[in-house]
């Protein structure tokens, strides 16, 4: 969808002629009051569900959650996924042309918050003639949108599920998100943002952003279950069979190298990586991650949340895990809290699940029954699809 | 001290010709029994207390814990230091000559073990004519090694004080350390580890390496205490008085940047890191971390511990912090449980400190009294100095 018209941001700049990509599952009922915006994270996409038709491995980010028959049910719920703005899967982003110079926005696209994605949300829905949503939900920073939502638009939400989320970001969560940025910026191939025109990527700055990553992705307990020690399997010449067998390296078998692969962690690590780097937009992992680290809506409230949140005026589902060191379930805790200050309806379940942050992408049961039961209640108030 | 011999290394490689910067403080007794071997971790080195006459700021890196009147004592103690193989600060390392090569080790230099560096401080103390610690000391990598010592030289060693330690990294320790090689290695100033002869330094890997360092050093809780979401302190021209004042950025002073120093956290992680890419040497980094990655006493055991520690036969006094992450409590635990499988003399604190790792090298009065007053202890056995 395109959009001509200028889009104020929080930054005191502006956009105007730019698009954002976005997907629809299921039907908008006539009354228009089963609409549910699903807001995603980092290196998520609009691309919520489903699969695209021919493409092997398309399946949407969160398809184990939302499709017909599923927690949040598209025979029931007409689900949104918008590409954010300054993201790389299509809507416009740093790597597209500003028409206000005719050149590569490149480091200079403007830097985004959640409150203007938010802002951005709100105008595709306002085109589509959605004028409430049943719900809004999201993981991570997506929950982070899903709890803006309620604050920005209070009359346009009558749900909020924020999963994996936090009021704002830890002094420890900054400062990861400051190192990735550091290695992205300091790679030489980044050329100050606009090695689009240099034909470079900044990819070592990428893989390291994305090895750091995906550590504070994962729990420490899973981490050991998954890789432990372990040391990386060799390739074998089975001299028998004439093919290659995979054997695991044994107890005698260290390289001692400093810079070859020893343990299967550094082998994921490197092979996530190297994927990341080929796909996702050294500026945009700049702009989320300052979007990231800017969320903070107790912020021009002296920092006090149960007054941010006054605002507010739905009911809400939050969910926490109790592995998860990135977005700790005392972090959603201080959400509840200041919900519950205000006397909102909040329902709150923490789920003892051992994945850490990424256990809200995954199919722990609790958790998926959690929000099954959750959006079956707002089907029925909102009497779903004819 | 030089070596001329050959050192035969774990991986099967040797070195020969090779020096080991070491201090001492305080006076070997004529039995030769109060001597105290402090072992070192990453980036600290042989200067363990004490001041250089004439350099300010030149404190040992545990000056708060070794000296006379400190816990220990060197009035009662010959403390040693000594700079492990393959760092940087005066003992032979990757920015010297390879005799064998005539041409700067850069990469080539071996990889080193905590058992290769246990060894070599052995073959010191010969020379030296210590047959015998009253006391082998060290926190974190440096606890690794003088817990090696205890299943290395059993019958050299009375006393381990083993603090913030672990019997092996897990799979995120390594993750974290795999990182922070690959933003060195991948630095195009690296050059395969040969960058002295390009004139060159791997400085953003450097940068890299440490800013992921510190954070795994320092608590959740300390760092949310000490920065929080606390913005860079904007600088002031104070008119008035001529000078200039530091003033903390108000809330409403986002400076909505993705590159530029935006929260106090960020500030902090790059002073650091400049400092740090000015000293430490790339190759060093590399070697030091992966002898933390191999550093596993009971990987020749099947992993059981209990077995592994049962050479051990001296006392020993294990310290660990509740706040640490990198070296979490249950770790030490590990090693206490071990040992007292093998029913071994063992003292165990755990300190309820905030400060993560980083409460190894500060002074909290619990952790300081719980090592004074074990080494008071050792001091009445030894009979201390005559």
Chains 1, 2 share one sequence.
């Not at 691309?47 to 491995?57: D, E, F, I, L, S």
């Not at 969160?62 to 790389?88: A, E, H, R, Y």
């Not at 709100?122 to 085109?127: H, I």
């Amino acid at each position: 969808m395109h959009f001509a018209a200028i889009l104020p941001l929080q930054s005191g700049a502006s956009i105007r002629d730019y698009s954002l990509h976005y997907e629809t599952y299921g039907t908008l009922n006539a009354a228009k009051s089963n609409a549910v915006l699903i807001c995603h994270a980092l290196n998520a996409s609009h691309h919520v569900a489903g699969v695209y038709a021919g493409q092997t491995r398309s399946e949407g980010w969160w398809d184990n959650m939302i499709g017909p028959g599923k927690p949040v049910d598209t025979n029931q719920f007409f689900v949104i996924g918008i590409n954010n703005l300054g993201s790389c899967f299509g809507s416009t982003g740093p790597m597209h042309v500003n028409p206000d110079s005719g050149r590569v926005y490149g480091a200079n696209f403007p830097v985004v918050t959640v409150e203007d994605w938010v802002n951005a949300q709100a105008r595709l829905l306002d085109v589509l003639g959605i004028q409430t949503l049943a719900a809004v939900m999201g993981g991570s920073l997506g929950g982070m949108q899903a709890l803006s939502w309620t604050l920005q638009y209070p009359e346009r939400v009558a749900h909020a599920v924020v999963v994996a989320s936090a009021p704002n970001l830890t002094a420890e969560n900054i400062a990861f998100n400051e190192v990735a940025r550091r290695a992205i910026v300091t790679d030489p191939d980044f050329h100050g943002g606009h090695f689009y025109e240099h034909g470079t990527v900044p990819k070592r700055g990428l893989r390291i952003a994305r090895m750091i990553g995906h550590i504070t992705y994962l729990s420490d307990d899973v981490m050991n279950e998954k890789f432990g020690r372990q040391l990386r399997a060799a390739v074998r010449r089975d001299d028998a069979g004439g093919g290659t067998a995979h054997e695991a390296a044994n107890a005698g078998a260290y390289r001692y190298s400093t810079q070859d692969i020893e343990f299967q962690i550094e082998s994921y690590l490197r092979h996530q990586a190297d994927k990341f780097a080929e796909y996702f937009d050294a500026n945009t992992y700049l702009l989320i991650t300052r979007a990231l680290d800017y969320f903070d809506p107790a912020r021009t409230y002296g920092g006090d949340l149960s007054h941010a949140l006054a605002r507010a005026s739905c009911k809400f589902l939050l969910v926490s895990f109790t592995t998860d060191w990135r977005f700790a379930p005392k972090r959603s805790r201080e959400i509840v809290k200041a919900l519950l200050d205000n006397r909102r309806d909040v329902s709150y379940a923490e789920i003892d699940a051992p994945h850490g942050h990424d256990a809200f992408l995954l199919d722990d049961p609790r958790y998926v029954n959690v929000v099954r039961s959750y959006f079956d209640g707002i089907a029925k108030a909102v009497g779903g699809n004819p």
